[in-house]
């Protein structure tokens, strides 16, 4: 699937995935659509042998290998294939949409400072698993979402872009992940546009996104 006609490569991305995959889709089709026109996705990576992110990825053309972790002994191994995968799509960035996983540096120290995550708060709050519930159980007023760079540590690198959601008096985890889900999709969407764009400069703590360029 190639989102870019023009002289200038598009920016190859490999997505990892666990479950659902909306994310994935909605990624899929704004770059189909023509919003990311310098990005393509080479290979859709996924864990889960029953998620249905393959079946999207199908419908949309997409390459797909599963790489079931529970075939591997240690994370670091299943890391060593991910990323054999990878570079045999010839990927430049690496986009976490719903990887349920935690990476090690194999993954990490192959694409420095090129791998982005979607989580499910605003970070630094609630970081790691079931960050909806703990945003409820804390009482925020407002949490959202974010896509970070990865680091080695989890959910703790720079942030590209972030969105809030409020959160109402009734809200359960259902309602809530809801729309914070709504949130995801557009800012997924948003930071691959930044990336392939090239106005994201990453730094050691924070990222600086350059203005748009005019156009000649």
Known sequence: MTGNSGATPALRLGVLASGNGSNFQAL??????????????????YNNPDALVRQRAERLGISTQLLNHRAYPRREDLDHDIVSCLKEAQVDWVVM???????TEVLINTFPNRILNLHPSLLPSFPGI??????????????????HIVRLAVDSGPIVCQAAVPVQADDTAATLAERIHQQEHRILVEAVALVASGRVQVGEHRVRVLPTLPEN
Not at 28 to 45: F, K, T, V, W
Not at 97 to 103: C, D, K, L, S
Not at 130 to 147: F, N, P, S, W
């Open 97 to 103: 949409a719903g990887w349920m996983r935690r990476v």
């Open 130 to 147: 079931r960050a909806v519930e703990q945003a409820l159980d804390y009482g925020v007023k407002v949490t959202g979402c974010t896509v």
């Open 28 to 45: 899929a089709e704004a770059i189909q659509a023509g919003e990311i026109p310098n990005a393509e996705i080479g290979i859709l990576i």
